[in-house]
């Protein structure tokens, strides 16, 4: 099933964004270390999960997350979902999607991908970096699963992911994608089928535009791309993702106004300048109020996805 829906007003399909869900829980936070065997070191990795504990202004870097430094887990059983950030980017950036999903009943893994990320961008923009960040996501999603911190609580069985940018690219491979390098080769990546759905935020689809390169992709998907986003565009995503299996469900809106780097959490005032792109949007756009409505959309399409499972 294919749905393709113009957003406007956004929320989509929530109707009024949910305080009471959000009072019952807070959003706890640990950082953990990811191996990567091909550069023989290790990657950070936010973990974002459900607390009962008080959560506080918690700064990592310039960045401050709502968040309680290493407290408990509250009591049950959780789905994971695992972020990819884009290329260039960081792992830092999606704070009001995942701490909502956090104080929701969800563990937010959020990696950082080596040799594509704020600090090192040395794969980026390269085929290197498509091949290695399937890999580097589901080694993040192993080490959460063995770690004694969260082994008991997070539900191998119910796994989704978001993505935005490349990191859209990652999730599409992660479920069953198979893309293709500008040199016209197939890349060598490796599906992950724990991965049961997931969020595509202005998904960079032009590594799938062979024939036959979505046959094979079967997960529930959500994708959002904004209006005006010259970088990866709305109508470059659309005509992509048409070529999904029929039996593959798609929701797919484009977000009015909204810019490519819109998906990303609002900046603290000291990054909003003009010569930071990602911390600018199209003008009249106001992403303050878009973040107070997106993380509760993806909560909605994660729960009632992973919960047919």
Do not use: K
Request: charged share 15%.
């Amino acid at each position: 099933m294919i749905r393709f829906d113009y957003l406007g007003p956004f929320l989509y399909e929530t109707g009024s964004y949910n305080t009471e869900a959000s009072n019952r829980m807070n959003s706890g936070i640990r950082t953990l270390h990811i191996p990567d065997p091909a550069h023989q070191t290790s990657s950070p990795c936010v973990v974002q999960y459900p607390t009962l504990a008080t959560a506080v202004q918690t700064a990592i870097g310039p960045y401050v997350f709502d968040a309680a430094p290493d407290a408990p887990l509250a009591p049950g059983r959780f789905p994971l979902c695992v972020v990819s950030h884009g290329g260039g980017g960081s792992h830092l950036l999606y704070r009001s999607i995942a701490g909502h999903l956090a104080a929701h009943g969800y563990i937010v893994v959020s990696p950082e991908h080596a040799g594509d990320n704020r600090n090192d961008r040395s794969l980026s923009n390269t085929d290197a970096a498509a091949i290695a960040r399937p890999g580097q996501t589901s080694r993040a999603i192993d080490a959460v699963l063995a770690d004694a911190f969260f082994r008991a609580a997070a539900d191998a069985d119910r796994i989704a992911m978001l993505g935005h940018s490349m990191g859209g690219y990652t999730a599409l491979a992660l479920v069953g994608g198979h893309p293709w390098s500008r040199s016209g080769a197939t890349l060598p990546v490796v599906a992950d089928a724990r991965i049961r759905a997931a969020v595509l935020l202005a998904p960079a689809t032009d590594w799938f535009m062979a024939p036959g390169a979505l046959d094979d992709v079967h997960a529930p998907l959500l994708a959002l791309a904004g209006e005006h986003d010259p970088i990866t565009p709305a109508d470059s995503i659309r005509r992509v993702l048409s070529h999904l299996p029929a039996s593959t469900s798609l929701e797919f809106s484009v977000v009015p106004g909204a810019g490519h780097f819109s998906f990303l959490t609002p900046f603290p005032a000291a990054l909003q300048r003009p010569n930071f792109p990602p911390s600018q949007d199209p003008p009249g756009f106001d992403r303050a109020q878009f973040h107070r409505e997106l993380p509760e959309t993806v909560r909605v399409f994660l729960t009632r996805t992973l919960g047919t499972i």
